[in-house]
């Protein structure tokens, strides 16, 4: 739902003029043992990662 909000504030004016948090920062690598891995910008800790990632089509 949060994903939704911030497109449609986007339209029309900045998700904080709607009381919309801003989207966060992050960056997109492997960790260690080659799994994919997102990490919050600015730190090499990783909040969630993937072992075997797979392609889809919407």
């Known amino acids: ?3 939704r909000e911030w497109v449609v504030a ?3 004016y900045g998700p ?10 992050w960056r997109e690598g492997r960790d260690e043992c080659g799994r994919l ?3 919050a910008a600015g730190t090499d800790e ?3 990662t993937c ?7 919407r």
């Not at 904080?16 to 920062?25: G, K, N, S, T, V």
């Not at 072992?51 to 089509?57: E, F, I, K």
Request: cysteine-free; glycine content about 0%; aromatic content about 14%.
């Open 10 to 12: 986007s339209l029309y």
């Open 37 to 39: 891995a997102l990490f």
């Open 46 to 48: 990783p909040f969630i």
């Open 51 to 57: 072992a075997r990632p797979v392609t889809v089509r």
């Open 16 to 25: 904080e003029d709607y009381d919309i948090p801003p989207l966060p920062r």
């Open 1 to 3: 739902m949060r994903a």
